[in-house]
């Protein structure tokens, strides 16, 4: 049996699946989801992010991250936490690069969200000689100090899309057309949660609606505002999102969402918006990677990092570093939102 199979069985009994049931099912389920089944990451894998391109991600973040625990007075102990960690090079790197701040990584309880039992393992194996504790949900957080850091972690969780209809919205839903898995429209309804995309929109326009953010923002938000602390939200999205950004990826190429689920990455576009509205903290301004990673001192640290290189290491350096910033490349597409306690200030490289 393939998950194609579960899902169209699923659907017999209980009729078209919203996009974020078929999504959850297809990324998360415990026998066939992708993420459950496998290390999607790399040249090998399906796609690649920030960490895995360049050490110089990991670092920087690592010590703005840093910046913030001193700046709040160095609170001990303190939770480090991330979320969905990948392979675990973002955190290794984050930790290799604070070892030069007194007392940091000695007062850090580093905790990892992750719902793969395969990347836990990778994790682990990245982050041996470290005490490393692993949560399957941020509602487990403990109310302490939260340093946070989340790459590429929401754009993983499962959407809604909508179609606008007057003034009400028809959903789109995951239904079968013989034995084939099908996109199709519901009918129209009211929708509570998108009353204030009434205001941007018009007949026939796409929006989505991530259903597990609010509560994952609130809770993170609500350790920092409480017990201090900072968060930096990395991902491909914008200030409110419009049309249909669902994309599924196998070996590097798009592939249609609804094919073989279980053997493509699926994501979304995040909608900053929403986890600026649902943190009780304070956030920054959502800010471009490009001119966060720039303003950290990337270019600094990249010339530094160049001088022991030569040939073909030197050339792929170089290109990392144009990856990472360059607006044609992750620079503007990747957002960056901090969230910071309202008493704080807010994290360096992004404006309050
Ligand atoms: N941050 C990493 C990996 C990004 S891929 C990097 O930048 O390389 C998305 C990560 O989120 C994976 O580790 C995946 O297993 C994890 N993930 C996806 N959905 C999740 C969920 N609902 N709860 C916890 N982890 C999740």
């Known amino acids: ?45 399906d796609f690649t992010t920030a960490p895995e391109i360049s050490q110089m991600f990991g670092e920087l973040l690592g010590l703005c991250l840093a910046q913030c625990w ?69 509602g487990a957080l403990p109310e302490a100090p939260l340093f946070l850091l989340a790459n590429e972690f929401f754009d993983a969780l499962p959407i809604r899309q909508f179609q606008r209809d007057g003034a009400g919205w028809r959903e789109y839903r995951v239904g079968l057309d013989g034995d084939q898995l099908a996109m199709g429209l519901g009918p129209v309804g009211p929708q509570p949660a998108l009353a204030h995309r009434l205001e941007d929109t018009s007949d026939g326009d796409i929006v989505e609606l991530c259903p597990a953010l609010p509560a994952i923002a609130h809770e993170i938000g609500q350790r920092i505002e409480t017990h201090g602390g900072a968060a930096l939200i990395v991902d491909y999205g914008d200030w409110r999102s419009l049309g249909d950004t669902l994309q599924a ?52 640290r990249a010339q530094a990092l160049a001088r022991g290189l030569t040939g073909d290491t030197l050339d792929q350096h170089v290109s990392a570093h144009r990856r990472l910033t360059h607006p044609q490349e992750m620079g503007n597409l990747f957002k960056v939102l901090g969230f910071h306690p309202a008493r704080a200030n807010s994290p360096a490289g992004l404006d309050p």
Request: no cysteine.
């Open 1 to 45: 049996m393939s998950l194609a199979d579960h899902i169209a069985a699923r659907i017999r009994t209980e009729g078209p699946l919203s996009l974020a049931d078929y999504m959850a099912d297809a990324l998360l389920h415990p026998t066939f989801g992708y993420y459950t089944t496998r290390d999607p990451l790399g040249a090998a894998g």
């Open 249 to 300: 990826l196998r070996g590097h190429a798009p592939v249609d969402p609804l094919d073989a689920p279980g053997t493509a990455d699926l994501t979304a576009h995040v909608d900053f918006e929403a986890l600026a509205r649902a943190t009780p903290s304070a956030v920054t301004a959502m800010t471009p990677q490009g001119v966060f990673l720039e303003r950290l001192g990337i270019t600094g």
């Open 70 to 138: 001193m700046d709040q007075g160095s609170p001990a102990p303190f939770t480090l936490a991330e979320l969905g960690p990948g392979r675990g090079t973002l955190m290794a790197d984050v930790l290799r690069a604070t070892s030069a701040v007194p007392g940091f990584v000695q007062a850090a309880r580093i905790t990892l969200v992750e719902a793969s039992p395969t990347l836990r393992d990778a994790q682990a194996e990245r982050l041996q000689g470290h005490d490393v504790h692993w949560l399957d949900h941020v």
